[in-house]
């Protein structure tokens, strides 16, 4: 045993010293140590090469052994998830040890065990009713495996899921908030193969070693990814980031569709409805890019939302009112309850914001009078607009006013905030902007370059057409035409700066 | 970083050692997973789990995460939660400045019996609430009534009303200007550094001034 | 079956609609009325005098007139019902007759001529349809002679018969037969004005469009043109007035050359291109363009000057003097009620004249009192600056549906016109667009490789669908 141990030891030594060997060596000599470590798992003492052998160090025999270990444990017990592998337990320790510290580029060489042993983290977390206990694990894997990471894999669904199952929403912004461009898929990437880079090497386009071939992900299905970004929406509106949320669920429904409609896109659709009017006190438009048919569908089947949202947005009370009791068994079955009952507290603060682009000062008693059916008591509405107020999320100030009477006035000023905290706020928007804008301009070339339309791509094409010049004889025509109605404008344009 | 593990001794060490709130809630928060692991049935852990969770609830509150305090007590042990008196109060706490009611919070603080590991924690958090209701209250009122004033800094309304002068001169020495004839306090806003902010003006100016010259 | 008979259970308005639906003659002059609703009632005194005003007209236009003065109007409905039921024995038009009589015989059941004359209704029945059939039988001669202007005149006569007798479309349908057998321009600008004037009594206002289009592109004589031109745009406004284009209209009035006279009083005088024109202008345009268009248009003048309250209101208006110019218009709007044309429009017309006063009175103040636009606009109200007064609710109303962009200070009592910040919205449109794009780009870049991976939503799998725990997850949004 010592003798493998020795061997085990000295490959990945070697291997950690990656700046040194070149990356081909490196390629050579890691398929080298699986080769070995295949060839001889059923001689190899697991349990002793466990304990000795350091995760961060030897990361790729260290995750074959505990997934051999896991293996001959599920298969001595007949048991998907052994005792040893339960929370707090010694498997369970090795393998969070070995997620928290692992060395991300071995790993790249065996996905299919890293893979494996975080779904079996998750089950057994799952199992034993305690999923927040993989949630900070997971999380961290994901993180430390790719901190770029554009690409959706099976463990981000399996991740996000454990989320919401633990109600540790925050914990996942994280991952969330780098967003994803890609799916981990084998197929498409097919072309990419006579791209000759190994592995190891930092130049490996990612969604290459995220793909099937290095198995980090199971093989995807439409539903993972709608589903992926579902629990987004649904973590965002959690958190009340009502932005955020309208924006993964608007790509939920905007997925696009072969011949029907899922119905995860439909509940997508229905919280989208509700996160507009919790999060902007009206229905979010809908993205351009849905296609008319796929809207239908989802129009005839949200009518109960339609009609709600109707009398949220025509600040009609009692009607909104009755709606929701209307429709209580439909918001139970679609899980929306929490949601809708938080209509009646977002409707009053927009009634009151509303107010505010009206009115540039009044009493809290007008406001009362304006906004509350009388049955509310003008003490409580003193009390909630003065807590709106008191938040910061009503640009407003209040002034007490000289006895007698207890008159609040409650003044809107013409700018929320004052100039500077205002610029500050600005410049941090542009910054993150310009930051995201970053993102999205990098995904775009990318797509751009997969569909062939790269600059150097249009151009070859364009230079093996050999496009028509103005001399040819049938082209050159349209395009002297054309030329003359460009003309045309341009001297129009002149007129006009005349 | 390996952390020693969770104990109450471990416990009463890092929220002494640590310097900000924030790393309070950071080093708190790694310990959650372990907490998840202990049993709410063996009494000694149970009592280690209701100080951790209320440790973990405060430094939520110390670092103004009202809503992740919110659903941090989601992911407590049910039963534990339930019957806790710690972790009750806790909720009592939660529930009263969630809701705003500026009274409530005060005697919770106040009146409640507080584990004594636990005391610290609590002054500090009222002190903390009292400062961030100080400044809430300058940005959002331009005159004041004294008693209303009393209530949300958790000061005594009713001899507040009265005019009692102790009171006033507490709020007048923050700065706050008392208009006798009126019987309304005029709050000052907390005022923001300049320079900097000039300079941040300058800068944003300048994007402003490229994004016309784009737009032109 | 059901919803037809819910219909009948409406016995009031019922009977209004059927006292107008008369004959098969269903012409849309008779349809508009019906849409219109229930009648409008006019209680003050109108400010014309009844014969004098009627006078002015000819042709069908004054029963038609009449019985509207008569069914809508308190004061004048005995006077102009009667005047009516003349109007309608005169002609040959039995269906308005018994349309006059029973209108009368509702507000004056004693009156004698209530009781409809049996005898001259058979007569002119009888001889009515001796004539339709003289004339079509005429028609059918020519056409076998193959003469082409008599095919014309046959038609015209016919066209013509049918008009006197109330049935509209029939006669519509003659007149436009008369095309092919037009020979000169004179001609065709002849029979295009029978349909038009038949078309505007319809109520047909699209087809009076297109022929006053027809007639305008009509290659005649310069004369011929000059001559046409007041009755087309006088044509072209009335239609633009009813499509609801006031501005248009007002255009088209506004070009009316003041040639026209009492050339076209089978449809309107001089009097009425005033009043149309200075309405629709008042309610369109703002303060410099009715100065320069209207007030400082000469031909345009000649007919102000016989509508001189007209020229006051635009006048009051260009000085922003709003008070007097709405209280000449509230004076005379028991006379614009009682206009055939004018009357399903004088509600709008003021309200946007009255909401443009407001804007425009607002216009050089970053902050005004109440109290002073109390008195300009409502006077006499109580209570000016109480929100519950009528006129802050219809200053809530311009504010929220977006005409006004100021703000009510209710502490101070004033209006306060809302600042513009140039660079803070500079700044949010740009984040805004930035946003955006952001946000839309990365949709479009997910659905490009999501059909890259051949990720499509596909029904074939779906039947393995698993919940996934979903539920439970679901629950975690209280």
Not at chain 3, 226 to 247: F, T, V
Request: proline share 4%; hydrophobic share 40%; glycine share 4%.
């Amino acid at each position: 045993m010592a003798e493998s141990l020795s061997y085990l030891t000295s490959v990945s030594s070697q291997l950690l010293s990656v700046d040194k060997i070149s990356d081909d060596r490196y390629d050579c000599q890691i398929r080298d140590l699986i080769a070995y470590i295949k060839r001889s798992d059923k001689s190899l003492d697991t349990e002793f090469l466990l304990n000795n052998l350091n995760p961060s160090q030897h990361t790729l025999p260290y995750l074959f052994m505990l997934n051999l270990r896991v293996g001959s444990l599920q298969k001595k017990t007949r048991n998907t998830s052994p005792d040893e592998i339960k929370p707090g337990n010694d498997l369970w320790v090795k393998a969070v040890c070995f997620l928290r510290t692992f060395d991300p580029i071995q790993v790249r060489y065996a996905g299919n065990e890293w893979r494996r042993l975080i779904e079996l983290i998750g089950q057994a977390a799952e199992a034993a009713a305690k999923p927040f206990l993989a949630v900070q694990v997971i999380r961290d894997a994901i993180l430390r495996l790719d901190s770029l990471c554009g690409i959706l894999s099976s463990v981000h669904v399996i991740f996000l899921r454990l989320c919401l199952l633990s109600r540790s929403y925050s914990y996942a912004l994280p991952v969330l908030e780098r967003q994803i461009f890609h799916f981990s898929t084998g197929q498409v990437q097919a072309y990419r193969k006579y791209i000759d880079h190994p592995l190891c090497s930092k130049n490996t386009p990612k969604d290459f070693f995220l793909s099937d071939a290095s198995e980090l992900s199971v093989k995807l299905t439409y539903r993972d990814h709608v589903q992926y970004f579902l629990y987004g929406g649904m973590i965002y509106m959690a958190l009340k980031e009502w932005d955020k949320s309208l924006h993964w669920l608007s790509i939920v429904i905007t997925s696009p569709v072969n011949d029907s409609v899922s119905k995860i896109m439909i509940e997508a659709y229905k919280k989208r409805m509700l996160a507009g009017l919790l999060g902007h006190g009206k229905l979010a438009p809908v993205p351009k890019t849905i296609s008319s048919h796929v809207l239908k569908v989802f129009q005839s089947l949200t009518k109960p939302y339609m009609s709600l949202s109707e009398a949220f947005e025509r600040n009609d009370f009692p009607r909104l009112r009755a709606e929701v009791d209307i429709g209580r068994s439909i918001w139970r079955i679609d899980n929306n309850e929490g949601l809708v009952s938080q209509l009646y507290n977002a409707y009053n603060s927009f009634l009151v914001l509303k107010l505010g682009r009206t009115f540039s000062a009044l009493t809290t008693a007008d406001v009362a009078q304006q906004a509350f059916t009388s049955l509310e008591s003008s003490s409580k509405v003193e009390n909630f607009v003065a807590s709106l107020v008191m938040a910061g999320y009503l640009g407003a100030t209040m002034l007490h006013l000289k006895s007698p009477g207890n008159a609040t006035m409650l003044h809107f000023s013409g700018l929320p905030e004052t100039y500077i905290t205002r610029e500050r706020g600005v410049r941090a928007w542009l910054a993150k902007e310009g930051q995201a804008l970053k993102m999205i301009t990098n995904g775009v070339d990318q797509c751009s370059n997969e569909l062939k339309l790269g600059n150097e791509n249009l151009q070859l094409v364009s230079k093996n057409q050999r496009w028509p010049d103005s001399s040819g004889k049938s082209g050159g025509n349209v395009i002297g035409e054309a030329d003359g109605i460009g003309l045309e404008i341009d001297e129009d344009i002149m007129g006009d700066n005349n | 970083m390996e952390l020693p593990p969770l104990s109450l001794q471990q416990l009463a060490t890092v929220v002494t050692s640590a310097p900000t709130p924030t790393e309070l809630y950071h080093t708190l928060s790694e310990y959650e997973a372990e907490a998840c692991l202990l049993s709410i049935q063996d009494s000694n852990q149970a009592e280690l789990l209701s100080q951790y969770y209320a440790t973990f609830f405060f430094s939520h509150l110390l670092t103004d995460q009202i809503r992740e305090a919110r659903i941090s007590t989601q992911r407590m042990p049910e039963n534990l939660l339930q019957k806790d008196p710690s972790l009750q109060n806790c909720l009592n706490l939660l529930r009263a400045v969630w809701q705003r009611n500026y009274e409530q919070v005060y005697r919770v603080l106040r009146e409640l019996p507080w584990s004594d590991q636990l005391k610290p924690l609590v002054q500090s958090y009222e002190a903390h609430f009292q400062e961030k209701t100080l400044k809430e209250i300058s940005r959002a009122y331009e005159a004041i009534r004294p008693a209303a004033a009393a209530t949300y800094l958790g000061l005594d309304p009713t001899s507040a009303a009265q005019g009692d002068s102790a009171t006033v001169q507490k709020l007048t020495a923050y700065g706050w200007t008392w208009d006798e004839e009126a019987g309304l306090l005029h709050p000052k806003p907390v005022a923001e550094d300049p320079q900097k902010e000039a300079r941040l003006y300058n800068e944003l100016s300048e994007v402003m001034a490229l994004i016309g010259n784009r737009r032109s | 079956m059901d919803y037809m008979q819910q219909d009948a259970f409406d016995t009031v308005s019922a009977q209004n609609a059927g006292q107008v639906a008369g004959t098969g003659s269903a012409d849309l002059e008779n349809m508009t009325m019906n849409v219109t609703g229930p009648l409008i009632r006019v209680d003050d005194p109108p400010k014309f005098e009844l014969e004098s005003y009627i006078a002015n007209y000819t042709g069908r236009t004054r029963f038609n007139r009449l019985y509207l003065i008569g069914t809508c109007s308190t004061h004048l409905s005995v006077e102009a019902l009667k005047a009516a039921v003349a109007e309608a024995k005169s002609g040959r038009d039995v269906t308005r007759y018994e349309r006059a009589v029973r209108a009368l015989a509702d507000v004056a059941p004693n009156d004698a001529e209530a009781n409809p004359d049996t005898t001259w209704m058979d007569h002119m029945k009888k001889s009515v349809k001796a004539e339709t059939d003289r004339l079509e039988h005429e028609l059918r001669g020519y056409k076998n002679n193959l003469i082409k202007e008599s095919i014309r005149m046959g038609n015209e006569d016919l066209g013509q018969h049918y008009s006197q007798i109330g049935d509209l479309s029939s006669a519509s349908k003659a007149f436009q037969r008369m095309r092919d057998y037009c020979t000169t321009p004179t001609h065709i600008a002849s029979m295009l004005f029978k349909v038009i004037n038949v078309s505007i009594e319809r109520g047909d206002w699209l087809n009076v469009q297109s022929n006053v289009i027809r007639l305008r592109n009509l290659q005649s004589k310069q004369e011929e043109q000059a001559k046409n031109q007041p009755k087309m745009s006088a044509a072209l406004g009335l239609s633009q007035l009813h499509s609801g284009s006031y501005l248009d209209a007002a255009n088209s009035f506004l070009g009316t050359d003041a040639s026209l006279g009492d050339s076209y009083n089978e449809v309107l005088t001089s009097n009425d291109v005033a009043v149309y024109g200075g309405l629709c202008a008042l309610a369109s345009m703002d303060r410099n363009e009715l100065q320069r268009r209207v007030l400082d248009n000469n031909s345009f003048r000649n007919f102000l000057e016989l509508e001189p309250q007209i020229r006051r209101a635009i006048s009051f208006f260009c000085n922003s003097k709003f008070r007097p110019c709405l209280e000449i218009l509230e004076a005379y709007q028991a006379d614009y009620l009682l206009d055939v044309h004018l009357q399903r429009h004088v509600q709008t017309l003021f309200t946007r004249i009255r909401t443009k006063s407001i804007q425009q009175y607002l216009l050089p103040f970053s902050c005004v009192t109440l109290e002073s636009m109390t008195k300009m606009f409502s006077p006499g109200s109580e209570s000016p600056t109480d929100t519950s007064s009528p006129f802050v609710q219809e200053l809530i109303g311009l504010i929220q549906d977006g005409t006004l962009d100021a703000r009510i200070d209710l502490e101070k009592k004033v209006l306060v016109s809302n600042q513009v910040h140039l660079r803070k919205e500079v700044q949010d449109s740009v984040l805004d667009s930035l946003e955006n794009y952001a946000r839309e780009a990365h949709i479009r870049i997910l659905r490009t490789n999501i059909i890259q991976a051949g990720l499509e939503v596909r029904a074939d799998e779906r039947k393995q669908r698993d919940e996934r725990g979903k539920g439970s997850a679901f629950d975690a949004m209280r």
